[in-house]
């Protein structure tokens, strides 16, 4: 009996450890884990928002339900864990709710560490909302890129810039340009964060976006003639860049070159100026004149304009109106009808209140038809 009991002690302990340990491998498949990348200082950081992706998170379940092929609106809110904005290195923009998302940016040295960002997604249409972490490990620089330049695509807007294909073609063009392959994008700037004008919602209007990419080879011929003083006459008057040596395989993603600039970082860039220390005391000044009282001044000509004028003009516009209301015939017609309606009131008010035979006669019509009831109450 006892060796019974003790053997359905244990298969009882061996049950509840199996329950426990299925509760929290399940707990463990539930929970999301979180989404880690890393970011170097001094490079351009790119993360996409897939829709598809979160597609999948809300009802159905499954993309294609019954035969029906779900495309729901979305809205991405991110945000710093704890904090209500982003970091200060670190922007989001997201053009449509039928489109992607993106977080992008370059983090500098003083950015260093791990940044939790919390991702939020709103289904617009069943309003469900979906959450997810991102981590983003900023480290240290793992490239040097002492030449960099910057380059204007006038006919691009930054949600069509972003994505990984795009960079490669904008990449691919500035690698001929550059004459060399071992180029890397530093940063990527909407034109309206530069103070650029929201162009109009029309085909063919772009807001424009600056391009920032680094290298450790040195600039081309090409490149070096923004630098040059003809280039610099040539962009005053409105011209093009002669002798341009860069070609676009894509017509959209061709260069402005006046608003393009070099940025040599291999020369050393000489410290500023030490402050001059003097004696510490200050020069003698001469001795202090307070300045005289001001002139007298006649006000008679500003209280004529703020109160008389418009005193005059306002009886002015009284008398005028007096005179339509009055005088005109119109008025005199108002007038009339007025104290007409007056007097027919105050006659039904006498003789709703008194004896009839006490009152007044009145002289309207029915005055017959009194008299005849007065005579027959003689008889």
Not at 19 to 48: H, K, M, N, S
Not at 212 to 236: A, I, N, V, Y
Request: some cysteine.
């Amino acid at each position: 009996m006892l060796l019974s009991i003790k053997t359905s002690n244990k298969m009882a302990d061996k049950g509840n450890w199996a329950l426990a340990i299925t509760v929290c491998i399940a707990g463990f498949l539930v929970v999301r884990a979180d989404i880690i990348t890393d970011a170097p200082v001094g490079q351009l950081f790119v993360y996409e928002l897939h829709r598809e992706v979160f597609q999948s998170e809300f009802e159905p379940f499954h993309k294609v339900f019954h035969g029906h092929v779900y495309n729901d609106p979305m809205v991405f809110k991110c945000n710093k864990e704890r904090f209500p904005d982003l970091p200060q290195w670190l922007r989001f923009t997201q053009r449509d709710l039928y489109e992607n998302g993106f977080l992008y940016g370059t983090p500098l040295p003083q950015d260093k560490g791990r940044n939790i960002i919390e991702i939020f997604v709103i289904n617009k249409r069943s309003y469900d909302t979906f959450r997810e972490r991102l981590v983003i490990n900023v480290g240290p620089a793992v490239k040097r890129m002492p030449y960099q330049a910057e380059f204007f695509i006038e006919r691009r807007e930054i949600e069509k810039v972003l994505p990984a294909a795009v960079q490669k073609e904008i990449q691919l063009d500035i690698q001929h340009l550059w004459g060399t392959e071992r180029l890397d994008f530093v940063n990527i700037t909407s034109a309206l964060d530069r103070g650029g004008r929201v162009p109009l919602p029309l085909p063919g209007y772009f807001e424009g976006v600056y391009v920032k990419l680094g290298s450790d080879r040195p600039f081309s011929k090409c490149m070096l003639r923004l630098d040059t003083p003809e280039h610099q006459r040539e962009c005053e008057a409105g011209g093009k860049l002669t002798g341009d040596c860069s070609t676009c395989t894509n017509p959209i993603n061709c260069i402005t070159w006046c608003k393009s600039v070099l940025f040599d970082l291999s020369k050393p860039v000489p410290p500023a100026p030490l402050p001059t220390v003097g004696s510490g005391v200050l020069a003698w000044g001469g001795e202090f004149s307070p300045p005289e009282s001001p002139p007298e001044r006649d006000f008679f000509p500003d209280y004529i304009v703020t109160v008389i004028v418009p005193f005059a003009l306002a009886l002015i516009l009284c008398l005028i109106l007096a005179y339509i209301m009055c005088c005109r015939r119109e008025g005199v017609l108002q007038l009339y009808h007025h104290h007409t309606i007056q007097d027919n009131a105050n006659e039904l008010r006498r003789m709703a209140g008194g004896d009839r035979l006490t009152v007044d006669p009145p002289r309207q019509c029915l005055q017959p038809l009194l008299m005849a009831e007065q005579a027959m109450a003689e008889r």
